[in-house]
């Protein structure tokens, strides 16, 4: 059991190139979420899913797109990366709302420069 | 939405003594609440975690605490140990039969000095 992966650990962009960030699990969880990590900040919620073929915007979607074609993964795209952007992504699972523990994948580093 | 204050900032304490972290959340219908341990450059971890119809928690050194009527929550570490030098982040969520969503608190760096 992997448990939550993420794909790639880093990466530079430079301002304006896109990418897709992956998030697998292999724990059958429905649920699953991407947040950003910034100094100071916590962790934000940028987007979620409830299940395969859903989305949903969290509390900072703006400038990310994702989906949920495969109940395993989760993709988290940027289009046109800003500077703004850099910041440390997790990937996160539950196998139901009610289960409560979030399972963190091991995170993305991100720089835009 | 959802609103975690987390306080305070840093934390220095000596090995040996105890580490409270506090934290206040707005939304009255939150009914979980768990704390997160994160080192350096790596994943958040779980550490405790409290439901809202249980009032106090404790797992070996750690202890959580709840007051649903002043919506906070409380970490509690006794005889702390340079291990437990981290980030602490808390979180609450609203979990029913269809959404779970965690807010976050802006973390507590705690660093245990010998």
């Known amino acids: 059991n992997a448990g939550v992966t993420q794909t790639p650990k880093f990466r530079v962009l430079k301002t304006g190139q896109s990418m897709t960030l992956l998030c697998a699990q292999d724990?059958?969880?429905?649920?699953m979420y991407w947040y950003r990590q910034d100094p100071g900040m916590g962790l934000r919620l940028i987007h979620y899913?409830?299940?395969?073929?859903?989305?949903a915007k969290g509390e900072v979607p703006d400038g990310y797109n994702v989906s949920r074609l495969k109940k395993q993964n989760f993709l988290l795209g940027l289009e046109s990366a800003a500077p703004s952007q850099t910041s440390v992504y997790f990937c996160?699972?539950?196998?139901?709302?009610?289960?409560?523990?979030?399972?963190f994948g091991p995170g993305t580093r991100l720089t835009v420069t | 939405g959802e609103n975690v204050e987390q306080h305070p900032s840093t934390l220095s304490v000596q090995e040996g003594d105890s580490a409270v972290i506090k934290c206040t959340y707005s939304?009255?219908?939150?009914?979980?609440f768990p704390w997160y341990k994160q080192e350096l450059g790596k994943r958040p971890q779980l550490i405790i975690d409290?439901?809202?119809?249980?009032g106090e928690k404790k797992d070996q050194r750690i202890a959580v605490t709840l007051n649903k009527t002043a919506k906070h929550f409380s970490l509690h570490i006794t005889e702390t140990q340079p291990e437990d030098s981290a980030v602490y982040f808390c979180?609450?969520?609203?979990?029913?039969?269809?959404?779970?969503?965690?807010?976050f608190g802006t973390g507590t760096r705690l660093q245990v000095t010998l």
């Open positions: 996160a699972s539950i196998s139901e709302p009610r289960a409560y523990e979030q399972y």
């Open positions: 979180a609450a969520s609203l979990n029913t039969g269809t959404a779970s969503k965690l807010t």
């Open positions: 899913s409830v299940g395969e073929g859903t989305t």
């Open positions: 724990m059958n969880h429905e649920y």
């Open positions: 939304d009255s219908a939150s009914n979980y």
């Open positions: 409290i439901r809202s119809n249980v």
